[in-house]
């Protein structure tokens, strides 16, 4: 089993920057696509972006694009998201996502197989 460990979670004020790294299993994260999805407070579970498992191809939510950036170093196993000009709508548990075999770009979070156990983000106005 793929355990996906996020981290670089936390409170952060509106307008400010954040940073979140995922940590895969070296083994066979350079052949994933990877992503993230968020959920916030009484809300659906959301697709925020994705990356393919060479990193040449990128893809979001319409909610964070151009704010956020998704990218990847398979040489250390990690995808990042940086996620810039944070609003409080963007409050959410984030949860770091693998995709093994699957067509990109993976909007639904049923065409992933692999999630983390999600980290806490909350943006305070």
């Known amino acids: 089993q793929v355990q996906l460990v996020e981290s670089g979670g936390g409170l952060v004020q509106a307008g400010g920057p954040l940073r979140l790294p995922c940590a895969a299993p070296?083994?066979?994260?350079?052949?994933?696509?990877m992503g993230w999805f968020r959920q916030a407070p009484g809300k659906e579970r959301e697709f925020v972006a994705t990356i393919s498992w060479s990193g040449g191809s990128t893809y979001y939510a319409a909610s964070v694009k151009g704010r956020f950036t998704i990218s990847r170093d398979n040489a250390k196993n990690t995808v990042f998201l940086l996620m810039n000009s944070l609003e409080p709508e963007d409050t959410a548990v984030y949860y770091c996502?693998?995709?093994?075999?699957?067509?990109?770009?993976?909007?639904?979070?049923?065409?992933?197989?692999?999630w983390g156990q999600g980290i806490q983000v909350t943006v305070s106005s």
């Open positions: 070296g083994r066979t994260f350079g052949r994933y696509a």
């Open positions: 996502v693998a995709d093994s075999d699957g067509r990109f770009p993976g909007v639904a979070a049923s065409e992933y197989d692999y």
